[in-house]
């Protein structure tokens, strides 16, 4: 039972440029939503994908850009790169369609430097 | 963003000794989730809690949702070395599906 991956694991970006980062749910999950951990910090919620549409967002710009496709895998763009982006990007999926259960399983993340 | 308020932020212990570590929120939650976070890597499911008052093992992890809803504890019994990590407590609010997390607790043991 695959869980859930995540592409690349590292990536060095400049200032002003655009990322594009990807996730593989666990077999059998819908959904998919995306985090930003800061060094030191616990993840904070930037949106969540099901049905191929954003259900949710969080408090991030509209920078923050994403995507789910019909197997259920999600891509995670961000433009116009500043220092700050700087962070451990993680996916994490989880199974809406199945009612009450809320258990999200986290992929290893990206970890994303920006200079 | 809105945290959780964890506790302590880090703990330095004797292998073999107990953990307990809380987390407490000026609002409600309807579940609660408990993660270890190793280096490098992604947070792991350690433990879910839907109910209040529910109290929860895996193994040497024990967790309670609190009977106010606003609050949670963990405690590990009879550490090994390999439970070192960073432990999060994370909950989810009514039918939003995004987890609000703590700033983690730092656990190191001496061997």
């Known amino acids: 039972d695959a869980g859930v991956t995540q592409s690349p694991t590292h990536l060095i970006k400049t200032r002003g440029q655009q990322v594009t980062l990807r996730c593989s749910p666990k077999?059998?999950?819908?959904?998919v939503s995306w985090y930003q951990q800061a060094l030191g910090q616990g993840p904070q919620f930037i949106f969540q994908y099901y049905e191929e549409e954003e259900r949710q967002r969080g408090n991030f710009p509209d920078r923050f850009s994403g995507h789910q496709f019909p197997n259920y895998s999600s891509e995670l763009n961000v433009n116009a790169l500043l220092l700050g982006d700087s962070a451990l990007y993680l996916c994490a999926s989880s199974l809406l369609a199945g009612g009450p259960v809320n258990e999200q399983y986290f992929g290893p993340g990206t970890r994303l430097t920006v200079t | 963003g809105q945290q959780l308020n964890q506790s302590p932020q880090s703990m330095f212990i004797q292998e073999g000794e107990d953990v307990s570590m809380n987390c407490t929120s000026s609002s409600i939650f309807n579940t609660w989730l408990w993660y270890k976070q190793d280096p490098g890597e992604g947070p792991v499911l350690l433990i879910a809690l839907y109910k209040a008052g529910e109290l929860t093992s895996n193994g040497r992890l024990t967790a309670q949702f609190g009977i106010t809803r606003k609050d949670s504890f963990l405690n590990i019994s009879a550490s090994i070395p390999s439970d070192v990590g960073i432990y999060f407590c994370?909950?989810?609010?009514?039918?939003?599906?995004?987890?609000?997390f703590g700033q983690g607790t730092r656990l190191t043991i001496n061997p």
């Open positions: 077999s059998g999950h819908d959904t």
């Open positions: 994370a909950g989810l609010r009514g039918r939003a599906q995004k987890l609000v």
